[in-house]
């Protein structure tokens, strides 16, 4: 049995899409129905969670009073959700421990500026591994600088990063932390998914080094 609207045939026909609208119908129709059933479980979650935190329990069974409605108690809501979102705290501070140790990196870019994106918070600039340099080669990319709490533990953009960054084009050792795909550009950038930089190190890079840079592919080091 069709359960479809009769409008989305009679439609299709009059456009001629030859089946184009039903099939668009049918799969919004589906997306939608799996929506619907994700939106049920998970409501359905929150209020066997919330009997269990807020409701008194004897013997593993919900207390009662008198007339047959279950027994709420404000302060046991209170400790269980206290508990909650203090081991949601910690279960998000070992993940960020886990992606940060496991995808720091270092190394040596040559730089050409930096942006302001968010005061205080948020910043960008451009690095490049070789000469010449264009974030649209391979050897081109943006980093990130935003303030974290921890992993690494109080960075503050101004103070301790954006700060050492020269305006005008420099050789700078660069430590950060995430993850970075250099065949997969279109999406870091659609995204805004950058990898974020906690340290950098810095000097002026001369025209004779950007030359010897271009001739060798490699940028010189910040310590010669």
Same mark, same amino acid.
């Given at each position: 049995?069709?359960?479809?609207?009769? #409008?989305?045939?009679?439609? %299709?026909?009059?456009?001629?899409?030859?089946?184009?609208?039903?099939?668009? $119908?049918?799969?919004?129709?589906?997306?939608?129905?799996?929506? /619907?059933?994700?939106?049920?479980?998970?409501?359905?979650?929150? @209020?066997?969670?919330?009997? #269990?935190?807020?409701?008194?329990?004897?013997?593993?069974?919900?207390?009662?009073?008198? %007339?047959?409605?279950?027994?709420?108690?404000?302060?046991?809501?209170?400790?269980?959700?206290? /508990?909650?979102? +203090?081991?949601? #705290?910690?279960? !998000?501070?070992?993940? @960020?421990?886990?992606?940060?140790?496991?995808?720091?990196?270092?190394?040596?870019?040559?730089?050409?500026?930096?942006?302001?994106?968010?005061?205080?918070?948020?910043?960008?600039? &451009?690095?490049? &591994?070789?000469?010449?340099?264009? &974030? +649209?080669? *391979?050897?081109?990319?943006? $980093?990130?600088?935003?303030?974290? #709490?921890?992993?690494?533990?109080?960075?503050?953009?101004?103070?301790?990063?954006? +700060?050492?960054?020269?305006?005008? %084009?420099?050789?700078?050792?660069?430590?950060?932390?995430?993850?970075?795909?250099?065949?997969?550009?279109?999406? !870091?950038?659609?995204?805004?998914?950058?990898?974020?930089?906690? @340290?950098? +190190?810095?000097?002026?890079?001369?025209?004779? *080094?950007?030359?010897? /840079?271009? &001739?060798?592919?490699?940028?010189?080091?910040?310590?010669?």
């Amino acid at each position: 049995m069709d359960t479809r609207p009769a #409008w989305v045939g009679r439609l %299709d026909r009059a456009l001629k899409l030859n089946g184009g609208l039903i099939k668009t $119908y049918d799969a919004c129709a589906f997306v939608l129905s799996k929506l /619907a059933l994700l939106l049920t479980s998970v409501f359905s979650f929150i @209020s066997r969670l919330f009997k #269990w935190a807020a409701y008194e329990r004897e013997d593993g069974k919900v207390k009662l009073q008198a %007339d047959g409605r279950p027994m709420y108690s404000a302060k046991r809501l209170s400790i269980r959700l206290a /508990a909650f979102f +203090a081991l949601a #705290w910690l279960l !998000h501070i070992s993940l @960020s421990a886990v992606y940060f140790y496991s995808t720091t990196f270092e190394e040596l870019v040559y730089t050409t500026g930096k942006q302001e994106i968010q005061n205080g918070e948020l910043y960008q600039f &451009t690095g490049c &591994t070789s000469l010449p340099c264009s &974030t +649209a080669l *391979e050897n081109g990319k943006f $980093y990130q600088i935003k303030e974290s #709490w921890y992993f690494p533990y109080l960075v503050y953009p101004e103070e301790n990063v954006f +700060a050492n960054i020269p305006q005008q %084009d420099a050789a700078c050792l660069v430590k950060g932390y995430g993850l970075y795909f250099r065949r997969l550009k279109f999406i !870091h950038r659609g995204l805004q998914w950058y990898q974020n930089v906690f @340290s950098v +190190a810095c000097r002026p890079y001369t025209d004779e *080094e950007k030359q010897r /840079a271009i &001739t060798s592919g490699q940028v010189s080091s910040v310590t010669e």
